[in-house]
């Protein structure tokens, strides 16, 4: 049977005021439709939009939806007009399909498992530690996210890849630069090229004086430079911005529900629960982009061949078919599987350093400030504008009783 035919104009360009936690209205709407829409893209191009979680996670699941960089021609905000998007450099394997993908990923999933990982639980918590002892010598009010949420996991991202500890704030910076949203074009290019030439350099020490990290183990295989380069900037720029995003953007959700705070503060058990529903109910890696290689079946419509769709994760972790009372955030939820890593060939690699990095600095943050509370009205805090790749605050003022 043919869902009914929902259109979505214009792609939401902020949230509903007051509700910094759910996704825009617009979504919310679509999918009360149904779980796919028309959306009509700037450039005249017609494309589709899928809110609904089954239809999402087929999508990811589908070898016929293509990631290649190549074939990302149409945006949902801004009209590129026939500018021909190029290949994804050598190694930036999430905007690759097979063979190409495995290429990059099968070396580095041994160097992510779960075990390998949870190895890391000690010097996560040291930083997360020295990190809590720094916010309470600058106390009691400091800006949880450069205090905090950013300099945990970009330490672990790098300490992993072997990048200098000198030279981490310079590589936050650029970061920060491109996954933004805000930065205007010679900016992104000048970031994005500090990035690869600093990127480059490393991978040349690596190869020449090999040291205990994942880029120089990578060095003893076929990968060539550029290769290796391409791979240490994904693994950098999502090991680092999206935890970063989700510590803050999380914290800032439990302090605006007290009653889930103090649940997780009273049983520590609860911990690996309250990560996965942060995960699904914040869902800060909001939309992924797919283009149909052929013509597909999808939720009673035709995709056609060379069709752009948008995935809205943020949409499909609060599908009500999926998730009872989905836009509450219960920490004792049980119906878990939510889609904030991805699913299929391109979830995310990284998941496990994350759910390490949460499960231990989420409870560490809070029994160390027991009074830990906004320093400025909820509607004061700064958010990431909806066109950045990744969701959260810009900042974070805390304070806490001295």
Not at 242 to 264: C, D
């Amino acid at each position: 049977m043919t869902e009914s035919l929902h259109t979505v104009t214009t792609m939401p360009t902020a949230r509903q005021s007051g509700c910094p936690f759910d996704p825009p209205k617009e979504l919310i709407e679509a999918r009360r439709h149904g779980p796919i829409s028309r959306f009509p893209f700037p450039d005249g191009h017609e494309g589709w939009l899928v809110t609904g979680y089954n239809l999402v996670r087929s999508v990811l699941a589908d070898s016929r939806f293509s990631s290649r960089k190549e074939l990302m021609s149409h945006h949902p905000l801004i009209d590129y007009g026939d500018i021909e998007v190029p290949p994804a450099p050598p190694g930036e394997f999430l905007l690759m399909d097979e063979p190409q993908h495995s290429r990059y990923r099968k070396p580095l999933v041994g160097k992510f498992t779960v075990r390998r990982m949870r190895l890391l639980t000690e010097r996560v918590e040291q930083i997360t530690a020295e990190h809590l002892d720094a916010m309470e010598k600058a106390g009691p009010t400091v800006d949880l996210v450069t205090a905090f949420a950013k300099p945990v996991p970009a330490i672990m991202i790098c300490e992993l890849l072997g990048v200098p500890y000198e030279d981490r704030g310079s590589f936050q910076e650029n970061i920060d630069t491109f996954m933004s949203g805000e930065a205007g074009d010679e900016d992104l290019i000048a970031a994005y090229t500090s990035v690869q030439q600093y990127l480059a350099e490393l991978v040349a020490a690596k190869r020449a004086n090999p040291t205990d990290d994942i880029l120089s183990e990578l060095t003893d295989s076929d990968l060539t430079d550029e290769e290796l380069k391409g791979m240490a900037l994904i693994l950098l720029a999502a090991g680092f911005d999206t935890t970063a995003n989700m510590l803050a953007l999380g914290t800032f959700a439990l302090l605006r529900n007290p009653a889930q705070l103090a649940a997780l503060r009273a049983d520590p058990t609860l911990t690996d629960q309250a990560v996965e529903e942060l995960l699904r109910y914040l869902s800060v890696a909001k939309q992924f982009y797919r283009v149909a290689l052929e013509d597909v079946e999808l939720g009673g419509h035709t995709i056609k061949a060379g069709t752009t769709v948008i995935l809205s994760l943020n949409t499909a972790n609060r599908d009500p078919e999926r998730f009872s009372d989905p836009h509450t955030l219960d920490l004792h939820r049980q119906d878990g599987g939510h889609m904030s890593f991805g699913h299929g060939v391109h979830q995310c690699l990284g998941q496990q350093l994350a759910r390490v990095e949460m499960r231990v600095a989420f409870p560490a943050l809070l029994n160390r400030f027991p009074t830990l509370r906004l320093a400025v009205p909820a509607e004061e805090v700064a958010l990431r504008p909806e066109a950045a790749d990744i969701y959260g605050v810009k900042s974070l003022p805390v304070t806490w009783d001295a």
